[in-house]
T-cell receptor, first 110, second 112 residues
Framework: QQQVKQSPQSLIVQKGGIPIINCAYENTAFDYFPWYQQFPGKGPALLIAIRPDVSEKKEGRFTISFNKSAKQFSLHIMDSQPGDSATYFCAADSASKIIFGSGTRLSIRP | NAGVTQTPKFRVLKTGQSMTLLCAQDMNHEYMYWYRQDPGMGLRLIHYSVGEGTTAKGEVPDGYNVSRLKKQNFLLGLESAAPSQTSVYFC???????????FGQGTRLTVV
């Protein structure tokens, strides 16, 4: 049973485009929603996070949109760059556990 | 500042052998986690700990055991390795719930 569903599995975007990664959850006990970025051979690192009482959060070129009633949230990357090519994971935090989505492999073409 | 350090980085085991993966953090974090990463399946939680002397099961605990005897260390044990345990294992730590988790560099384990 996958508690956090993430799509798409892979995504190719031209430089300057706006990739969008979507996630959905079922457990209403989740109360913190981070996104992690992972480069090949490295561990994931926190990119941006949001709490359910906020509908949008921006940090630089990265934006999280959150729809509490639909139990969905998404990551947008503005003015994407080749250096943004990585695997992105959404996650949901409930009590002590962090549950991750299945990941999206993003490639930004020059 | 070392952060989260995993030992070893690579290991090949034969089916039925046992081993222990060590995770050490120097940030005085209470919470520690073990995940496995497999293609197309993301990061799946194996076991976690919310403080010294405590452990709890995650999503995929079968075949693994853990111990948190010291606050800074979290050990993951495989008593009888199986090919299905071939994976990349990540350890993470964080101060408390709803905060940033810091990950180690991973351990690539192959069971033949």
């Amino acid at each position: 049973q996958q508690q956090v569903k993430q799509s798409p599995q892979s995504l190719i975007v031209q430089k300057g485009g706006i990739p969008i990664i979507n996630c959905a959850y079922e457990n209403t006990a989740f109360d913190y929603f981070p996104w992690y970025q992972q480069f090949p051979g490295k561990g994931p690192a926190l990119l941006i996070a949001i709490r359910p009482d906020v509908s949008e959060k921006k940090e630089g070129r990265f934006t999280i949109s959150f729809n509490k009633s639909a139990k969905q949230f998404s990551l947008h990357i503005m003015d994407s760059q080749p250096g943004d090519s990585a695997t992105y994971f959404c996650a949901a935090d409930s009590a002590s556990k962090i549950i991750f989505g299945s990941g999206t492999r993003l490639s930004i073409r020059p | 500042n070392a952060g989260v350090t995993q030992t070893p980085k690579f290991r090949v085991l034969k089916t039925g052998q046992s081993m222990t993966l060590l995770c050490a953090q120097d940030m005085n974090h209470e919470y520690m986690y073990w995940y496995r990463q497999d293609p197309g399946m993301g990061l799946r939680l194996i076991h976690y700990s919310v403080g010294e002397g405590t452990t709890a099961k995650g999503e995929v605990p079968d075949g693994y055991n853990v111990s948190r005897l010291k606050k800074q260390n979290f050990l993951l044990g495989l008593e009888s390795a199986a090919p299905s345990q071939t994976s990349v294992y990540f350890c993470a730590s964080r101060p408390t719930r709803n905060t940033e988790a810091f990950f180690g560099q991973g351990t690539r384990l192959t069971v033949v």
